[in-house]
């Protein structure tokens, strides 16, 4: 077995050979950390690392340290532990979406997905969420709920504050309803109707970024073909 990954995740928190130091929430929580590892694994702490000319700790204010130290370790190589993923699934999605850890904060997106309860009293907090963070699965996932109930929504919930981007997803999930299509059968060419997970797959295929909006996703992959 490859030792790497053991070796890499036993440099995380390591003290000897750290050329980086963040203070962490309000408490500034010292957690060290190594440039070379950032540079790819969280693009915007590595800015933040590179931009500034003196040598001194890094404050880090909009995450609190339990979280900034689940967030590092996945960067190293962990695993986020399912209990600690399911009970703070969006907590997490905000952290790695300001630091760009993409992975994590498609894992995160995915368990918020199968782990929230969607209904008329919150469907428009979080399709307006999804929104905001760019949270394609998790749109979709709204989007379907608002098509199958339809009638409901439209009695009982104001969609004024809706933006009319949004009305792209809808449109998508209406034509993909009327196709009777699902996630077997649609064509390589039906990328306007197609499953997010499924234009991710392509687009992770192709070596693209998965982090996007439908909309970019569809665009990127209509640029690569």
Do not use: W
Request: aromatic share 6%; hydrophobic share 45%; with cysteine.
């Amino acid at each position: 077995e490859n030792p790497f990954c053991k070796i890499m995740l036993n440099k995380f928190m390591d003290e000897t050979c750290s050329d980086v130091v963040f203070e962490v929430g309000d408490e500034r929580v010292v957690i060290r950390a190594h440039r070379l590892i950032l540079e790819d694994g969280a693009p915007t702490l590595f800015d933040l690392c590179t931009s500034r000319a003196d040598p001194a700790a890094i404050p880090i204010l909009d995450v609190q340290p339990d979280m900034f130290r689940h967030l590092l370790r996945y960067v190293y190589g962990g695993s986020i532990p399912t209990d600690y993923l399911k009970e703070h699934a969006k907590d997490i999605i905000d952290a790695a979406d300001i630091y760009e850890v993409v992975n994590l904060k498609l894992e995160a997106e995915a368990m918020f997905v199968v782990s929230t309860s969607m209904a008329i009293d919150n469907i428009v907090e979080l399709l307006l969420y999804s929104h905001g963070k760019n949270c394609a699965l998790l749109k979709e996932a709204v989007v379907d709920f608002i098509v199958e109930n339809g009638a409901d929504i439209l009695q009982q919930v104001s969609l004024h504050d809706v933006p009319v981007a949004l009305f792209a997803d809808l449109l998508a999930a209406v034509t993909r309803g009327k196709q009777g299509t699902d996630e077997s059968d649609e064509s390589d060419d039906e990328l306007s109707t197609m499953r997010v997970s499924d234009l991710r797959k392509k687009l992770h295929e192709k070596g693209l970024a998965i982090d996007s909006s439908r909309e970019a996703m569809i665009a990127l992959l209509g640029e690569s073909s």
